[in-house]
């Protein structure tokens, strides 16, 4: 394999398990309410920013 092909499937890895992590049981990722996954009072800033971009494409902020 090439050295590209390795980074590839290094970032598909990092990318899954990323989405794993912020996933819950009771709540599948694309909420059909709208809800984030892993709303919750004592959300921290990196969380926030992860829910902006998995739901609106926005790395910009509010």
Not at 27 to 34: D, V, Y
Not at 39 to 45: R, V
Not at 49 to 55: C, G, K, Q
């Amino acid at each position: 394999m090439t050295k590209i092909g390795l980074i590839i499937i290094l970032l598909v890895v990092v990318f899954l398990f990323l989405r794993s992590v912020f996933r819950t049981k009771n709540l599948p990722l694309a909420s059909p309410l709208g809800v984030p996954p892993f709303a919750s009072p004592e959300q921290t800033d990196f969380q926030k920013f992860v829910e902006r971009i998995w739901y609106n494409g926005d790395i910009r902020g509010e």
